[in-house]
């Protein structure tokens, strides 16, 4: 597999957050987001052997990039972490379904569909172990108030979640998420890795 790195830390964002878990970065991605994370990072090559040895915990969050770029060795990663009783999530842009049968071996998918790109809303909306996370900003593919008041209301409001974009420590989006959230009673996500300054 290609990966950026792998590392045990807390989840910052989402509906995990604050609890412990190794991330599995993998590199590659089919958009290319204004303020990305992973943009231009070097990356490495490890057999599935030698990430599973590097697991630590019970909770794996595989993230991106975009995981389902490598789509074969993924899902046998998730088949291969699912029988080792691994609770397992995953971090995507919701452009690629995974197939039915690895979707339903992960406990947990936060998809962060990205603005002008085409992702399968209907797809991952109807799905229980799926929760959305859409991102508010200014940056080309973050979410507006707008189109979230008119999107938001037709999807499962406790599998939604609205987060700031920004990689500041004041988060100076977050008060506008929070208040959003509030107006359309979905759940809000802060960045407790970005506000601490941890990885």
Request: charged share 25%.
């Amino acid at each position: 597999m290609r990966l950026i790195e792998i590392f045990y830390s807390l989840q910052g964002e989402g509906p995990a957050m604050g609890r412990p878990a190794t991330f599995v970065r993998l590199a590659g991605c089919n958009l290319s987001c204004q303020g990305c994370d992973t943009d231009d990072k070097p990356c490495m090559e490890l057999s599935l052997p030698d990430v599973l040895e590097s697991i630590q915990g019970r909770r794996v969050v595989i993230t991106g990039g975009e995981p389902t770029m490598q789509m074969d060795q993924l899902t046998e990663l998730i088949s291969l972490l699912r029988g080792q009783g691994k609770e397992i999530h995953i971090e995507t842009n919701g452009t690629n379904p995974i197939p039915e049968t690895i979707l339903e071996k992960i406990h947990c998918a936060v998809v962060s569909p990205k603005r002008g790109s085409h992702f399968h809303l209907a797809f991952w909306a109807g799905k229980e172990n799926v929760h959305l996370k859409f991102v508010l900003g200014k940056a080309p593919w973050c979410w507006t108030s707008g189109l979230l008041e008119e999107l938001v209301p037709a999807l499962a409001k406790d599998r939604v979640w609205i987060m700031a974009y920004g990689a500041e420590q004041n988060m100076q989006g977050a008060r506008e998420a929070w208040d959003l959230a509030m107006l359309l009673g979905v759940n809000y996500s802060d960045r407790l890795h970005i506000r601490l300054k941890k990885r």
